[in-house]
């Protein structure tokens, strides 16, 4: 089944011009955290909507939206493919206390990926700030029509690229070639999505504290354990992963983001109730980069708006700008969840 959206809603146009404009007054000169392409050009981006680097003046137009896999994130999804060659990965809460990642690719293509698992509402505020389309198993039916409510376009099985691995048991078996995904689903358009964050140099971020590993505590079922890398490789390793040995997902950031969660309505076939991360209204964040930690506050005004994050200082609220590179999201539940630092 596909469901497609092929022209952005005013909202997300409006929002689109709120990015530019807040990226005006920031004054970021830094061209490797600058974007200089015009959204709804023909023209090669020169830094990509989803990492902030530089594209380079030869990269390829992408005649493809932006595709975001529901990837399953429990043991019975070993080895995870695709996280390697993704530039942006959300892990949420689902029932039962586990997590699910939301994996973004642009920039970068890859041909298998899975195990494809099924959409939550939680991922209406997550993709639509990029007008996504999501690629996953499918969903219950409140769902659905949640999605489709928010304009939020999917693929799932029976569409192009999808198929059923014989090695793998169900429901974990699902994968999909993104390749095959992304051809069937050129856009004539070819319109560079906005920036899903303000990107800025690393070295206007304030200098934080130490911070070389941490917990994030999703629930008592599920924690995500991260260590700096340092050295030449200057990123985060998640020590748990469960990713194919070589595929992992380089963390340049991990981002923290403290969220309500609630009740979706229903319950799954074994009677767990579902949770709804609602990304929306403001919160605590803390922003590792570098071995370091900054405190800050996360806000976003619509489910389809962006992300932004801002300190108090003695002269008043300030942008803390997300350095370019690969990040990973953490959507903590603000009431039962948890970050414990490691200095």
């Known amino acids: 089944m596909t469901l497609r959206r092929r022209r952005r809603s005013p909202a997300l146009v409006l929002v689109t011009l709120g990015i530019a404009v807040g990226l005006a007054l920031a004054g970021c000169t830094d061209p490797s955290a600058t974007n200089t392409a015009d959204v709804g050009t023909r023209e090669a981006p020169r830094t990509w909507p989803l990492t902030g680097l530089r594209a380079g003046s030869d990269a390829p137009e992408k005649d493809h939206p932006v595709l ?22 959300v892990e949420e809460l689902v029932e039962g206390g586990v997590t699910r990642l939301a994996v973004f690719f642009h920039s970068r293509i890859p041909g298998v990926v899975g195990p494809v698992r099924s959409m939550r509402a939680s991922d209406i505020g997550i993709v639509a700030p990029v007008d996504a389309t999501m690629v996953t ?11 489709r409510r928010a304009g939020v376009p999917y693929v799932t099985e029976g569409s192009a690229g999808f198929f059923r691995e014989p090695a793998r048991r169900a429901p974990y078996d699902l994968m999909a070639d993104l390749g095959d995904v992304a051809e069937a689903l050129g856009d004539d358009e070819r319109v560079r999505p906005p920036d899903y964050f303000a990107f800025g140099p690393a070295g206007r971020l304030p200098d934080g504290d130490p911070a070389t590993s941490f917990d994030v ?14 050295g030449t490789a200057g990123g985060y390793v998640d020590t748990g992963s469960l990713a194919a040995t070589g595929d992992e997902f380089p963390a340049d950031t ?14 799954d076939p074994a009677g767990n ?9 403001e919160g605590k964040a803390q922003l590792f980069h570098a071995g370091r930690v900054v405190s800050a506050t ?43 630092v490691s200095r």
């Open 298 to 340: 996360w806000s976003k005004s619509t489910l389809d708006a962006p992300l932004r994050l801002t300190r108090t200082t003695p002269e008043g609220e300030v942008e803390v700008p997300l350095p370019p590179g690969r990040t990973w999201v953490e959507l903590v539940p603000r009431d039962t969840g948890g970050v414990d």
């Open 217 to 230: 505590r999703f629930s008592s079922a599920h924690t995500t354990s991260w260590a700096y890398e340092g």
């Open 254 to 267: 991990v981002l923290v983001l403290r969220v309500r969660v609630g009740d979706a309505g229903y319950r």
């Open 68 to 89: 975001v896999l529901k990837l399953d994130n429990t043991a019975s999804s070993a080895p995870q493919r695709g996280l390697s060659s993704a530039d942006l990965v």
């Open 137 to 147: 198993s499918g969903a219950a039916a409140q769902t659905i029509t949640r999605l």
């Open 273 to 281: 109730t579902v949770p709804e991360t609602r990304l929306v209204g």
